[in-house]
Each structure stands twice: as structure tokens, then as C-alpha cells.
């Protein structure tokens, strides 16, 4: 996120971006990767985990320092001793939580590093309205119906993959109004329950400026060929993979301890290769063929300089300066690559013949 025109305080942004705004509260600042970890959902498996590892930790600690207190007569050290033991054993599961949410908030960061760095915006009753300093954003409250807000802040949920959110602390906000998100939030959850999924947005993508003169416009569905052979899809295939093997390694043991004997243990062995192996088979088909199709439907208008895009109640005005842009005329698909996305417009989503044209002549073949 790079800076892209002199800073304006909270309030003169949030007076300046939302026309329909009369409530909003506004936020600017620097998301760190702090923020992040501190607001990353934590997985039932560890917080299950953690519930059950805590009070054994707790109750160890307790007996040993009971038995020391027994024992202090013949030692004054036994007390101390044991004490600082008994504080390692409640400190462990705590450090072990804070540990695992790092770790994961840093190798999430690396593939996705849009989600920190500077920020402004403002957070209303329609949505959310944000700056990083170069693009400008809309999200509809449909979008980010999941955002939550917590102790350090505001977690605004971009999709449907847990991880994949902005953290706004409450040190970004002038005004950190608790009670006000949570009254928003459920109402974005209670309208789209209550909005038939056939209802377009309101005016999306107006609400980051109106297009230029010169724009050309599009509308219509794209059906894009997604890779699926990614170092990310092969990663999780071989760790899956590793399980598998551990799992029927297990199973193995299972059965030669006990030949012919099928009890609890030996079932559950037989369920987890069963799965794993199921798990392993999808992971590697997926990957080995190569990509999926993948369908869009999405609007938006090309300018000279800018382009906008709206798809499924989110909008982004960008400059085509953020963008490689791979016309493949023969193909009848103009690309625009981005860092981390990618955008194809086709000459059947635009108005006609002579839209397709000027862009041809806009962006010709390299």
C-alpha cells in the first residue's frame, strides 16, 4: 500500500468520501502485522486443545505446590522451586496459543501482503468505504456480512476464507464506537437474510466517483481457467500425504499388537487412513489437472487512466498503472494482471463492436 496523494485527517476523509454517510465513523492509519495476529480466528482444534491442556497444566501446578508446601520444613528452597515450576506449567499453554497465531498471521502475511499497511476509510451502515493511498474500495455490507468486532478492534471479513480480513485496532479509529458496529453488523446480517439473492447492489461502484468521458464499459460473466498446480495446493498435498502415511503406519501397529482383535483403537486408526487417503486422492486429481474454470460475473468501465470493477457487491477504482496488461486479440480477452489478482475482460461483455474496438486500438498486441 504506497502512498498516493498528501494525507487528509480522519474526519475531512469520512466528510469527503460518502455521500450517503450521515452516521460513519472513520479510521486511518497503519495496519501492522501485530494487528493481524492479534485478531486471527484460531482454529477449534487448538482452542480445544488449549481447554483441555490448561486445567491439566493448572492442576499439576496446584498439587505440586501443595505437596512443596508439605515439604518446606526440610528445604526453604522446595518452595520457590516449585512455584516457578508451577508458573511454567499455567505460562506454557498461554505462550504455546500466542506462538501458533504468529506463526500462522506470518505465513499468511507472505501470501497475501495487500492486508497490512496504510490505510483510511470510513465504516457506515452500507459498508465500508477504503483508501490504501493508491486504489479506492467499496465493499458492500452483503460482502463483509461476517466482520466481527472485538476487544482490539474491528475484523473485516473480505471473503469467505477465515483468514483472509482487515484489522482494524482500535487505535486506527477516531472514534471506537463498539456498541454502533455491532448494531451495524447485524443489521448487514439481517438484510442479506432477509434480501432475495437475485437483488443487485445499490449504486456500488458510484460511491468511488463517477467514470470519464472516454470510459468504456462492461457487464456480463467470464468464465477464467484458475490454476490449480500452485507451491500452495503441493505444499498441503505432500503434508497431507505425510499424514496418510503416519496414519496407516498406525494402523499397521494397531494390528499386529492385537491380530485380529478390532477394537476402539484399531477403528479409529482405520478411519483416519480412510480419510487421509480420501483427502490425498482429491488433493493430487485437482492438482494434476492443471486448472478449473471459474465464473464471474462483473461490471465496470476502462478510462484512459483508470480502471473500475465491481463483482458481487464489492467495487475497486484503480490506475492502470497497477496492472500488466496482456491484450490477446486473437483470443477476443484483453488481461489485466495484477499483484495478486487477476482481471479479463472479452468482447462479449462489452455494449458492441465498437467498444471492443476501441479498446483493441486502446491497447494493442504486443
Keep these: 500500500m504506497n502512498p498516493y496523494q498528501p494525507g487528509r485527517s480522519n474526519a475531512e476523509l469520512a466528510a469527503h468520501s460518502d455521500p450517503a454517510g450521515d452516521e460513519q465513523l472513520a479510521f486511518g ?23 483441555v491442556v490448561t486445567p491439566v497444566c493448572v492442576l499439576c501446578a496446584v498439587t ?19 512455584l516457578a515450576v508451577g508458573a511454567v506449567l499455567i505460562g506454557m499453554p498461554i505462550g504455546a496459543y500466542q506462538l501458533l497465531a504468529t506463526q500462522r498471521a506470518g505465513r499468511i502475511l507472505k501470501r497475501r501482503p495487500d492486508l497490512l499497511g496504510t490505510v483510511q476509510g ?30 482490539s478492534g474491528v475484523r473485516v471479513q473480505l471473503a469467505q476464507d477465515p483468514y483472509h480480513f482487515l484489522a482494524l485496532s482500535t487505535r486506527l479509529f477516531d472514534h471506537f464506537d463498539p456498541d454502533r458496529l455491532k448494531s451495524w453488523f447485524r443489521q448487514w446480517r439481517h438484510r442479506t437474510a432477509t434480501t432475495p439473492p437475485s437483488t443487485p447492489p445499490i449504486a456500488c461502484a458510484t460511491r468511488l466517483g463517477m467514470p470519464p468521458a472516454d470510459a468504456v464499459n462492461f457487464a456480463g460473466q467470464v468464465t477464467l481457467q484458475m490454476p490449480t498446480d500452485t507451491p500452495e495446493s503441493r505444499k498441503q498435498a505432500w503434508s497431507l500425504t505425510a499424514q496418510l502415511v503416519i496414519a496407516f503406519a498406525v494402523l499397521i501397529l494397531a494390528c499386529l499388537s492385537e491380530p485380529g482383535n478390532w477394537n476402539g483403537f484399531t477403528l479409529a486408526a482405520l478411519l483416519a487412513t480412510i480419510s487421509y487417503a480420501w483427502a490425498v486422492f482429491a488433493t493430487w486429481r485437482l492438482i494434476l ?44 480477452v484483453i488481461w489485466f494482471a495484477g499483484e495478486l489478482s487477476m482481471i479479463a475482460i472479452t468482447k462479449d461483455i ?17
Design 122 to 151: 470510513t465504516i457506515s451502515v452500507d459498508g465500508m468505504l477504503l483508501n490504501d493511498g493508491l486504489r479506492r474500495h467499496w465493499f458492500s455490507a452483503t460482502s463483509i456480512r461476517q466482520s466481527r468486532v472485538l476487544k
Design 289 to 332: 489437472q492443471g486448472s478449473k474454470p471459474h465464473t464471474i460475473t462483473q461490471s465496470g468501465w476502462i478510462g484512459e487512466n483508470e480502471l473500475l470493477i465491481e463483482s458481487a457487491g464489492n467495487a475497486s477504482r484503480c490506475p492502470l498503472s497497477c496492472f500488466h496488461i496482456h491484450p490477446i486479440h486473437d483470443q477476443d
Design 64 to 82: 505440586a505446590i501443595m505437596m512443596a508446601l508439605a515439604e518446606v520444613n526440610r528445604s526453604p528452597w522446595t518452595l520457590p522451586m516449585v
Design 350 to 366: 462489452l455494449a458492441s463492436m465498437d467498444e471492443w474496438q476501441r479498446l483493441i486500438d486502446r491497447f494493442p498486441a504486443h
Design 29 to 51: 492509519g497503519v495496519i501492522t502485522a501485530h494487528d493481524f495476529a492479534v485478531m486471527i480466528p484460531h482454529r477449534t482444534i487448538v482452542q480445544f486443545l488449549l481447554v
